[in-house]
């Protein structure tokens, strides 16, 4: 496994592969790897012949108030895991190689951006999509895996690949979890022991929501209001809950066909989200 | 020479190309050809064994009271002088194959934009970036061909093609003009005869304000002024005249190194635009 920092260097080792006839699958991250990366991996292994992991803490996507400074980082734990998931290049650029000068421009996201994560995170997800388009841009990949645990977010790139006609397949791959329930995320690190003993419970509201849509409960108001009520006894604080259309995200009182149940929950030094679909019509 | 009007079409003829070892040069217009355009498609021939040619006017960057609806247009002229100048394939698409929905994200613009055409046309350039992102995504050419007369446009997509990390080359060419100086443009047939006559004067002024450049004055207000005297004759009114360093579009009061003299004139249907580029270093 090769790891490299520059852009054309990246470039040379995709461009060298694609000339022997491979394709190439790319799972980009911020790093701090855990078993859900892992799993995006794997899926890019099984379908490509050449696979590329990108590490970066995207600055773009962190507001002036959150935690950029603090995000977890540890690269040589990162190799070991990505050399044993069967990973053939990383990209680790510095932000001077990823951003030379400030932006002159940026991706502006208008829809399906102003709901969960959107609305308490301005700016998040246009940061995301401007430094996933270069990503895309710098790897040229065949196909890119992203983890369904973000939602919002693989539904912003998908939409993003679809506006701008990139040429490339975007993959969800389902949330991996602890064997408690929790899913997996790279703040995990950042709970107390009692806090993640609790967190488990944010995954069981999503199930116990996901249950009453299955049975019938078409009342958007009445199924936040039901997790909000089971979110109540936890020692941290609800950011968001809420029950939308998806992939579109859209509000509407009377759920149905597609939707996604989406929580985020701040404990002391950890937001945690995570979300549930509901496939109504299918399910029924 | 080819006409295809899907996306898919226009993918499959340069992945076919290129599979063949050859490589693209790109044009992308709104149409209604000049001879502004037919050097563009001639410098991409010279350097190139594919050449494809867009035409497509771009809702998206016209504003609400702009000239959209009564843009020129006519495609079997275009199809003739483009199948003379050597085009191997038109892409001529919809606006439902280019814009299906509404896009739910757009390139916004930050820098290089509050000056020149961009003050007076908010979101032009968004609009431009935005298309032109989705051409070069869709043809991927090695190498895009743009005019010098619309400088800010070409320093835009420069700025746009290193900012996103897009793997083409951008090619600024030199303002194709009449004989007696004025700037080809698909606007110049709405001109009045009287307007036609008159108009060469936008050129003869730029010239002037670079001579006076060249021959050491630094104040970009003095320059300003002495354009403004020379086009207060005129029948239409000036929309701007600025003097800017060039390709970063910032406004100094003492002019240094590259600039660009230009200026936008409004006559009663056509809003015209024309410039001039001085290197102060190189020239003195």
Redo the contacts between chains.
């Keep these: 496994m090769k790891v490299v920092e520059a852009?054309e260097a990246i470039?040379n080792e995709v461009i060298a592969a694609k000339q022997t006839g491979l394709s190439i699958g790319f799972v980009p991250t911020m790093g701090y790897l855990h078993e859900g990366h892992v799993s995006l991996i794997e899926a890019a292994r099984k379908d490509h012949d050449f696979v590329v992991l990108s590490i970066f803490v995207n600055p773009l996507q962190f507001g002036p108030n959150e935690d950029l400074d603090r995000y977890p980082r540890d690269f040589q734990r990162d190799e070991q895991i990505a050399q044993k998931a069967g990973v053939d290049v990383i990209f680790y650029p510095s932000v001077p190689e990823m951003y030379p000068t400030?932006?002159?421009?940026?991706?502006?996201?208008?829809?399906?951006v102003n709901v969960l994560c959107g609305s308490s995170r301005p700016g998040h997800f246009d940061g995301v999509?401007?430094v996933v388009?270069?990503l895309l841009?710098?790897v040229?990949p065949n196909e890119a895996y992203f983890g369904q645990k973000d939602a919002q977010q693989l539904a912003?790139i998908m939409?993003?690949v679809d506006?701008?006609?990139?040429?490339v397949i975007i993959h969800g791959c389902p949330t991996v979890r602890e064997e408690d329930g929790l899913a997996k995320s790279s703040r995990n690190v950042y709970l107390t022991k009692e806090e993640r003993d609790e967190a488990p419970f944010l995954y069981e509201a999503l199930k116990e929501g996901a249950k009453l849509i299955r049975s019938g409960e078409t009342s958007r108001a009445f199924i936040r209001a039901e997790l909000e009520k089971r979110l109540e006894s936890g020692s941290g604080k609800v950011d968001y809950i809420d029950v939308l259309s998806y992939p579109s995200l859209e509000q509407s009182e009377r759920l149905s066909g597609k939707v996604i149940l989406a929580v985020a929950y701040v404990y002391k030094n950890a937001r945690l989200i995570d979300n549930y679909i509901v496939d109504i019509q299918g399910e029924k």
Tied chains: 1, 2.
């Design positions: 852009i470039r400030n932006m002159p421009m940026s991706i502006h996201v208008t829809s399906g999509a401007t388009m270069k841009q710098i040229q912003i939409n993003m506006a701008f006609n990139v040429p």
